[in-house]
């Protein structure tokens, strides 16, 4: 079995939240600091991207603090982004799939469900979800219907040998992870499964549920594929810059 290797890069932030947005309906007093990030997955001469980050011109619109274009960020260790030939998107959410027009070659890895969801269900153009989505990213995915460049998956599948997709959801309605066969065993990205390690360790949720069974479930089944709890990978959790070794500006070495 190939073995890889899985870098962090942040492309935003730091940003400051109510702790009640990262542990939900907890830490109302609280404040707390957390980056944006895509992540890059390296080995057996493939490279993967989890996530696409934030577009320029989306960051702007937002005025992100601390934003470089992930595809710069990806150029600090020598990923081309409009080389790349595979990304798996977890979810719709736009501070994940805002840049997916950055990776003009890629092949889009995504759960049917989710896809479904974003581009066909008129509830995801209800105010809450519109919200949270991007207009332009969900024009340029749905542009790719029906094309090699786009995958879309029904529940966990193995992309590469060593890398399986995992329907993960509880945050969005068919969120993945990506469970990845490291040096240490097992690792998890899971992206907004979690917002920060706490999550997990906690075993309690972020404030942006759309279905609380279903993630205490995804716990369940991330805790059991992960080989330890240390290698289970939140979303947005500024441990993962500054505890890590740092390979390059804003990149770190995860497993
Ligand atoms: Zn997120």
Same mark, same amino acid.
């Given at each position: =079995? %190939?073995?890889? /290797?899985?870098?962090?890069?942040?492309?935003?932030?730091?940003?400051?939240?109510?702790?009640?947005?990262? =542990?939900?309906? *907890?830490?109302?007093? !609280?404040?707390?600091? $957390?980056?944006? +990030?895509?992540?890059?997955?390296?080995?057996?001469? /493939?490279?993967?991207?989890?996530?696409?980050?934030?577009?320029?011109?989306?960051?702007? @619109? $937002?005025?992100?603090?601390?934003?470089?274009? %992930?595809? @710069?960020?990806?150029?600090?260790?020598?990923?081309?982004?409009?080389?790349?030939?595979?990304?798996?998107?977890? &979810?719709? &959410?736009?501070? &994940?799939?805002?840049?997916?027009?950055?990776? %003009?070659?890629?092949?889009?890895?995504?759960?049917?469900?989710?896809?479904?969801?974003?581009?066909?269900?008129?509830?995801?153009?209800? #105010?809450?979800?519109?919200?949270?989505?991007?207009?332009?990213?969900? #024009? +340029?995915?749905?542009?790719? /219907?029906?094309?090699? $460049?786009?995958?879309?998956?029904?529940?966990?599948?193995?992309?590469?040998?060593?890398?399986?997709?995992?329907?993960?959801?509880?945050?969005?309605?068919?969120?993945?992870?990506?469970?990845?066969?490291?040096?240490?065993?097992?690792?998890?990205?899971?992206?907004?499964?979690? &917002?920060?390690?706490?999550?997990?360790?906690?075993?309690?949720?972020?404030?942006?549920?759309?279905?609380?069974? #279903?993630? =205490?479930?995804?716990?369940? !089944?991330? *805790?059991? $594929?992960?080989?330890?709890?240390?290698?289970?990978?939140?979303?947005?959790?500024?441990? =993962?810059?500054?505890?890590? %070794?740092?390979?390059? @500006?804003?990149?770190? *070495?995860?497993?």
């Amino acid at each position: =079995m %190939p073995e890889y /290797e899985i870098y962090a890069l942040r492309f935003a932030g730091p940003f400051t939240s109510s702790g009640a947005f990262l =542990m939900w309906l *907890r830490d109302w007093e !609280k404040v707390e600091k $957390r980056n944006y +990030y895509v992540w890059c997955i390296k080995g057996a001469g /493939e490279t993967v991207i989890v996530d696409t980050g934030v577009s320029p011109d989306l960051a702007k @619109e $937002r005025n992100l603090a601390g934003y470089i274009s %992930p595809a @710069e960020v990806l150029s600090q260790i020598d990923v081309n982004a409009d080389e790349v030939r595979s990304v798996i998107l977890t &979810h719709f &959410h736009w501070d &994940h799939s805002s840049g997916a027009s950055l990776f %003009p070659r890629a092949t889009f890895y995504i759960q049917e469900r989710e896809y479904h969801f974003w581009l066909k269900d008129p509830i995801a153009t209800r #105010a809450p979800f519109k919200r949270l989505s991007d207009e332009t990213a969900k #024009a +340029y995915l749905a542009s790719l /219907e029906g094309t090699d $460049r786009l995958a879309l998956l029904k529940g966990d599948q193995e992309i590469l040998p060593g890398i399986e997709c995992l329907l993960a959801p509880g945050h969005s309605v068919g969120l993945q992870a990506v469970a990845v066969n490291t040096a240490k065993g097992t690792a998890i990205v899971g992206s907004d499964c979690a &917002h920060l390690f706490r999550n997990y360790q906690e075993d309690w949720p972020s404030a942006l549920i759309v279905d609380l069974v #279903a993630w =205490m479930k995804t716990y369940d !089944k991330l *805790r059991e $594929r992960a080989s330890s709890g240390d290698l289970l990978f939140p979303g947005h959790d500024r441990i =993962m810059s500054e505890k890590y %070794p740092e390979v390059a @500006e804003g990149v770190t *070495r995860l497993a």
